[in-house]
């Protein structure tokens, strides 16, 4: 029988810097899982996710082009029962093909990289648990450099409705400062060392 890996969960709040830890770890061999990647292709291809979005938020959900994130936007930004129903939808698809990509893994450790790990309650599903950390306004002007159809005023929004961040630092096992001043390959290395080191510890 198969044994299952070591799963890393990798998160942090919006303009933390989770994507450029997880490309660290890939180019270490660490295969990553995407969480919010695999989340939008799911919502776009899945015929049951679609279906039920429909249902529940109009036919103008999706257009040719695949979800109609300005529409579901204006739903749910300002109704958190609109938002929890949208991800009652999407996280279970998320969940389940979370746990397909896991059974076809062969690594020793593998990553799923999530921005709502605590919020979806994945992370019960971790064995261990890594913050990307960065101070508030870094992430503000990341994002405005990265997303430039949004406003400082929308990025502050969504950061008041995730997390903060010594939430998350106090929920996680591991944490790497992006903040701009500290080196992260030596950070995202030493984490690397440590997982492998507490394998081999197991075998």
Known sequence: ????PFIVGITGGIGSGKSLVCKIFFSLGVPIYDADSRAKWLTNNNKEIRQAVIKNFGEE?????GLNRDHISSIVFNDSSKLDLLNSIIHPAVA???KKWVSEQSASYI????????????????DAVVNVSAPTEIRIKRVLARDPFRTKKEIESILKKQLSENERIEKSDHVIINDGKSMVIPQVLQLHHTFLKALSTKS
Do not use: R, V
């Open 96 to 98: 389940n093909d979370f």
């Open 61 to 65: 959900s999706f257009t040719d082009s």
């Open 111 to 126: 990553i799923k990289e999530a921005a709502l790990m605590f919020e979806s309650g994945s992370y019960k599903q971790m």
């Open 1 to 4: 029988m198969k044994s299952s």
